[in-house]
């Protein structure tokens, strides 16, 4: 958002969207890479040399970590939406502002619904304490059979690209008007 165009109380919102998202996205990575740890590369079989004590532990920090990305993605969602009608008469001049908007607006269905998978599965522990609220085999089978479902993993997969678009066209910010002097 080049030049003073823009009112401190859009910058802010602007840096709170940013903030979140930023964190909602590095937190669906990393949790990316906690889940699948329990199994075995390539495969969707469990590490036969894990307990399960282990595995219930990776699933908790799993599940866990869900609620600070679920924070994350719901107020990114909040303030991208709210700046997507606030600045809708930006958007002949700056047209990345715009493809910004629409991919936010199609991610947030997406990303709502990613967010209720990830809440079935934070059921399963106390959020207070960590504490298995299920057997631990009952866990363990929500969980594998939660990660290997296709269509949350392809949801979760296109969420992640289309975040990352927004990171690049708000980066490149193509298709913006420059006025010539």
């Known amino acids: 958002m080049q030049g003073s165009n823009f009112s401190p109380t859009v910058r802010f919102l602007t840096a709170v969207f940013l903030l979140c998202a930023v964190v909602w996205l590095g937190g669906s990575v990393i949790r990316t890479v906690i889940g699948y740890d329990l199994f075995v590369p390539g495969t969707l079989q469990l590490k036969p ?26 107020i990114a969602s909040i303030m991208g939406l709210v700046l997507s009608v606030a600045l809708r008469n930006s958007y002949r001049r700056y047209g990345w502002m715009m493809m910004t908007a629409m991919f936010v607006w199609l991610l947030v269905p997406v990303g709502g ?3 209720w998978q990830d809440y079935e599965l934070i059921r399963y522990f106390d959020p207070s304490t960590g504490v298995a609220l299920a057997r631990t085999e009952e866990i363990i089978w929500f969980f594998v059979q939660r990660m290997s479902d296709t269509t949350i993993s392809i949801t979760s997969g296109l969420s992640l690209l ?15 008007h420059h006025e010539s002097r």
């Open 49 to 74: 040399n894990m307990s399960d004590t282990e595995r219930l532990t990776v699933i908790k920090l799993y599940a866990l970590s869900g609620a600070w990305t679920g924070w994350a993605f719901g």
């Open 113 to 115: 619904w990613l967010l």
């Open 162 to 176: 289309a975040a990352i678009t927004i990171v690049i066209i708000v980066s490149v910010r193509p298709l913006e």
